[in-house]
């Protein structure tokens, strides 16, 4: 069992910045892939960033690469998603996912076991 918890959501104007954190407990085993998506009103839930945490690779979406950071602490205890230059088009609840896609398919929301309760984040223009 993997429990997720995010935070750091918030309102924010467009051009602003906001940090999320998930805190992670449970089987480091069931976290082979660790991971950001979201999920807008009548949108398919969608990768935002993922991290294969064998490696420490971390993959982006591509249109959101060069504004958002993912990034882990050493024990892969806690995640974080550093977003930038926020667009209105970044609203959307942010969820912190884990699971054991198989290699190379940490991309994949539809392969996560584990899902925290998700962050609203909302930018206005």
């Known amino acids: 069992q993997v429990q997720l918890v995010e935070s750091g959501g918030g309102s924010v104007q467009a051009g602003g910045s906001l940090r999320l954190s998930c805190a992670a407990s449970?089987?480091?085993?069931?976290?082979?892939?660790m991971g950001w998506f979201r999920q807008a009103p009548g949108k398919a839930r969608e990768e935002v960033a993922t991290?294969?945490?064998?490696?420490?690779?971390?993959d982006y979406a591509d249109s959101l690469k060069g504004r958002f950071t993912a990034s882990q602490d050493n024990a892969r205890n806690t995640l974080w998603l550093q977003m930038n230059s926020l667009k209105p088009e970044d609203t959307a609840m942010y969820y912190c996912?884990?699971?054991?896609?198989?290699?190379?398919?940490?991309?994949?929301?539809?392969?996560?076991?584990?899902w925290g309760q998700g962050t609203q984040v909302t930018v206005s223009s």
């Open positions: 996912a884990a699971g054991r896609p198989a290699y190379g398919s940490c991309y994949r929301p539809d392969l996560y076991q584990y």
């Open positions: 449970g089987s480091p085993a069931s976290r082979y892939c």
């Open positions: 991290i294969y945490t064998p490696t420490g690779y971390i």
